[in-house]
């Protein structure tokens, strides 16, 4: 879990845009789609799971991993939920 003065501080390095905690349904999707061997990252890279924790943009549209309480605020990391869908 992030620290909130923390997640005040972050924003999507791509727009700007305010980030929020995932949800654990959302999290809970991933997590399967992950099993499945269905979602990618922004980079094209299969993405290796599950994931533990991740910060969503204020638009609902990308998710950027948190990886042993770090938060991996790299484009080609993030995951675009659209995915999902």
Known sequence: MIKPELLKMLVC??????????EPTLL?????????GKLKNRGGQPVRGPLEDGLVR????????IVEGIPVMLIDESIPLAQLE
């Open 58 to 65: 204020e638009d609902g549209q990308v998710l950027y991993p």
């Open 13 to 22: 390095p791509e727009t700007r845009a305010p980030l929020k905690p995932v």
């Open 28 to 36: 809970d999707r991933m997590n399967q789609a992950i099993a499945a």
